[in-house]
């Protein structure tokens, strides 16, 4: 008998080697386009031939890079101790895109720089977290506001009527119509005047966007700490 009551030969049980039990795939007699899960797959080095030609991606990429004017971000930077901050360029390439895709919130903006394939070209890899991407939109506010002023025109005159959800209320901005070159004095203060209520137009439009994106914040950081 054993310590605790019971037959030595009921506590002694013989290891029993259980055969593994191979599983054919299923659907294995059927035809299917290749997929192997795990397969390495060799990219493309440069991240901009992920992303498919005429993509948005691509004009907010030049649109930063060669047209916007970010001296006012930058000008506000000096030399500080500590780890450097992230290139304005790339900040304000994923805000702009983000945002035209109706993404507001800067947690969901940091998600994208890890999934989205768009984003990561944009951001050549790097990943701020939202607390950066916060704090940047905060810092520069008002410069940003005229930079997505900017963007919003030249994507009209670029025949994008509106930068998806920057229109969230479904305001559409008007499309270029082809116009005389020759214009009258009359015609061209009206042309001015539509401009100028054009560009008041787009300024509430960003300002409006970047009033949520700072209340999105606000509100998961009372959700989620």
Known sequence: MSSSGLPDRLIEVEAVEVPAVRRAPAGASKTFRPYRPGQVLLMAPDAREWVPDGDLAHFVEDLVEEVLDLSAIYESYVEERGFPPYDPRLMVKLLVYGYAIGITSSRKLETATHRDVAVRMLCAGQQPDYRAIARFRARHLEALAELFVQSLGLCRRAG???????????????????RHKAMSYDRMLKAEADLDAETRQLRAIAERVLAEAAAVDAAEDQEFG
């Open 160 to 178: 994008l009527v509106r930068l998806h959800a920057l229109a969230v209320d479904g305001t559409k901005l008007r499309a270029n119509a082809s």
